[in-house]
Each structure stands twice: as structure tokens, then as C-alpha cells.
């Protein structure tokens, strides 16, 4: 993770995800962390899973059998889960660029600064004028990041303002149902999942010159 904060190119073409790197955990941890490690563990809490979905990344892998290629979407199956088999190793992870008028947001509930998320969303919006298109990926309320499509369809067509934003979280409902721990009730994670995917939208309407 170290790396990738301190690497000239990530920072120059995603600085999004130079900065999350930067604030996983503390400096041991990132002096030995790295993201195809953070992938393949597919621990819930971890911070760049969700992400690269919302950033639509590829995770390039191989095995002596050949190479293949699976969305970030489809990558993460289920609690220390992924769609890697027997004998496959991730090689590298493609993350397209963001276009002029794109932006990504990442917004965390956390227990505390650098530390594991209650519950988070990782976005990445197209404005033209108006949105045209959306990615809002919610994490801790499943077993995997997941997209929330009522979400995304309601910020397309919208205009970049923060009410439109607003009411397009509102449509975060029972649909999504988190566990309830000590750190906080399913209730309370689905509260506060709108409210970190409505930061997370506007700080990337912004990120993009929210034109
Ligand atoms: C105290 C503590 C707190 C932490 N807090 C956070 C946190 O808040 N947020 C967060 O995101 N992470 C957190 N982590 C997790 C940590 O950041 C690492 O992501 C995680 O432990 C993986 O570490 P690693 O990169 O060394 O991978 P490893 O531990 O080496 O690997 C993890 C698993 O993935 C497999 N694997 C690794 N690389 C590949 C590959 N290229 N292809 C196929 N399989 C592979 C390994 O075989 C293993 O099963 C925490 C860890 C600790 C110990």
C-alpha cells in the first residue's frame, strides 16, 4: 500500500486509489499489505475491494493452464471468497481511466480513523451537464461490495445537485439488509450506508468538475 501512496503514476491516474492505500490501517500494515492480497482475502472490511468495483477494474489472472480475465464485479463470491480457482494467481488489476467530467468519492463510517469500516461507499460519476452515468458500490452490508442499482438509476438523467443526490440515496431501503454487531444494528448501518453514498457521489461530481 506504501507503494502505491508514494507511486508518481497512481497518484497521476487515480489518485483515488493512491489515497484509500494510504489510509489502510496503520504504517506496519502498509509497509507489507499489498492489493492483490487485499482482493484475494475478500474480507468484507477491506478498503480497495469496493472501490475497484466502482472504478470498473479488471483482475487479470493466470495459471499454468492460461489467462483470463474477471470484472472486479464478479471477482468478490462471498466472505474470504473469490472467483479465483486452484492453481490461479491474480497477476495485475487494469483500472480504466477516468475520462474528463469523471470523478470517484470514497466515504467510510469507521470505528476509528484508519480503521475498519461500520459501513462505506465507493462511487464513480459521470456529469455531462447532468449525470449520465453512475457506479455506487456499498460495502459491510453484504458479504461483498455491491452495487445499489435503484441508486445509480436515480442519479442518471439527474442533475449534480445536492438534493437530486439526496433523494437518490433515499432509495437505499430494505433491500439491503447488513448484520448488526457491536459496532452498530443493521438499522443503523442502512442509515448511514445513504449517508456515506451521498458524500461519496457528491465528492466525486466534484472530483470531475461537476459540469
Ligand atoms: C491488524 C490488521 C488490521 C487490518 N486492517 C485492515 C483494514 O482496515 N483495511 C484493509 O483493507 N485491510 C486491513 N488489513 C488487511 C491487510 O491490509 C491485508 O490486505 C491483508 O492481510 C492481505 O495482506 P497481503 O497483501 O500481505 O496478502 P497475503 O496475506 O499474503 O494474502 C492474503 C490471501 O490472498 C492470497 N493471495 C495474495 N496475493 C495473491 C495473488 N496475487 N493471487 C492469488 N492469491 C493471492 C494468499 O494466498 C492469502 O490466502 C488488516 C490486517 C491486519 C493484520
Known sequence: YDEIDHSRDVRAGHDIVARVAAHI?????????????????????????????ALDATMNIRSAGGSRQVAAEDFFKGYFLTALEPGELLTSITIPPLRSGVGAGYVSVAVAADSKAIVRAAVRVEVKGVIVEARVVL???????????????????????????????ATIGDEVEPISDSHGSSQYRREMARVVAQRAVLEAIAEGGGK
Open 139 to 169: 460495502a459491510r452490508v453484504a458479504s461483498v461490495p455491491v452495487r445499489h442499482r435503484g441508486m445509480e438509476d436515480a442519479l442518471r438523467g439527474a442533475p449534480p445537485t445536492a438534493e437530486s443526490v439526496r433523494a437518490a440515496a
Open 25 to 53: 490501517e496503520d504504517q506496519q500494515i502498509r509497509n507489507r499489505g499489498t492489493i492483490g492480497g487485499n482482493c484475494c482475502l475478500s474480507d468484507p472490511t477491506n478498503n480497495l475491494p469496493p472501490l475497484l468495483v
